[in-house]
């Protein structure tokens, strides 16, 4: 099964990468999903994964659904 805060935490891996800060919120992932935050602390109590969100996010930064949610490799589209 898919754990909804392995997920997360590659999407702020890639955050990270990006925004280089020390550290990124729930409430910032919620965004950059065009998810609303308290919709996110929902889901994310119910580990629920956000398929669609996630799906718009990887072809936005050109990274690999599979790698997100599954840590395959490679972790970039090119």
């Known amino acids: 099964m898919i754990d909804f805060n392995t997920v997360m935490q590659r ?7 990006q925004k280089d800060q020390k550290r990124i919120l729930d409430r910032e992932i919620a965004a950059m999903l065009h998810l609303d935050p308290q919709y ?3 889901i994310k ?3 629920k994964i956000p398929y669609e ?3 718009l ?4 930064h050109h990274i690999s659904m599979n790698w997100i949610l599954m840590a395959q490799k490679p972790r ?3």
């Open 11 to 17: 999407i702020r891996e890639v955050l990270l990468e």
């Open 76 to 78: 970039y589209l090119t």
């Open 45 to 47: 109590k119910r580990n």
């Open 57 to 60: 996010f990887c072809k936005k």
């Open 40 to 42: 996110f602390a929902v």
């Open 53 to 55: 969100a996630i799906a």
